[in-house]
Nanobody, 120 residues
């Protein structure tokens, strides 16, 4: 069992930056791919990006590419989401997820989420 806890959310003005962290406990996530998602009330959860277990392969949603950066530190059992040039439309609850199966669309574990609010 893996427990994921996100932190780093908050209120920021448009154009600002935030760094979200996802801390894992229970077992090492060094062999898990990690993903970030976001959700606005009343809308479906949206893919933000993901990183392979070794950090060599990273992909992003078109809406955040060039502004957001995903990284991981397997020694610390953490994954991070650096968000720059934030826009009001980035306002959402952000979730991290971990998956060991590499099956598209499948994620084994989810965090509880952290709120990001971007004011205009």
């Amino acid at each position: 069992q893996v427990e994921l806890v996100e932190s780093g959310g908050g209120l920021v003005q448009a154009g600002g930056s935030l760094r979200l962290s996802c801390a894992a406990s229970g077992r090492t996530i060094s062999t898990y791919r990690m993903g970030w998602f976001r959700q606005v009330p009343g809308k479906e959860r949206e893919f933000v990006g993901r990183i392979s277990w070794n950090g060599r392969f990273i992909s992003y949603a078109d809406s955040v590419r060039g502004r957001f950066a995903i990284s991981r530190d397997n020694a610390k059992n953490t994954a991070n989401l650096q968000m720059n040039n934030l826009k009001p439309e980035d306002t959402a609850v952000y979730y991290c997820a971990a998956d060991s199966t590499e099956v598209a669309g499948h994620w084994d574990y989810w965090g509880q989420g952290t709120q990001v609010t971007v004011s205009s």
